[in-house]
């Protein structure tokens, strides 16, 4: 529901009792740069095919962002965010 206010989708539909949990933990430093690596070797290898191979090109595109998205982080900060959402069932 692109577009929607969040009371208008879900909570419009939902006549039940509901909860969600958010649990955030920051990334450490060395987790980050791990991750960092590991994304730019993947970029590397799409990059290499992206010539012959379409889907590539779009993949190493992506790689690209969240690779400069995960850079970012080690200055900024760096978050995994979990979410669990239930409701009762009639």
Not at 5 to 18: H, I, K, P, Q
Not at 31 to 40: P, Q, V
Not at 56 to 63: E, F, G, K, N, S
């Amino acid at each position: 529901m692109a577009g929607s206010r969040f009371d208008d989708g879900l909570l419009g539909s939902w006549s039940g009792a509901f909860g969600w949990v958010v649990i955030a933990e920051p990334v450490l430093p060395g987790e980050l740069r791990g991750l960092a690596e590991d994304l730019g070797v993947g970029k590397r290898v799409a990059e290499a095919s992206a010539d012959r191979f379409p889907e590539r090109a779009v993949q190493a595109r992506r790689l690209k962002e969240r690779h400069a998205e995960l850079q970012r982080g080690g200055s900024a900060g760096f978050w995994r965010i979990r979410v669990w959402q239930a409701g009762l069932t009639r």
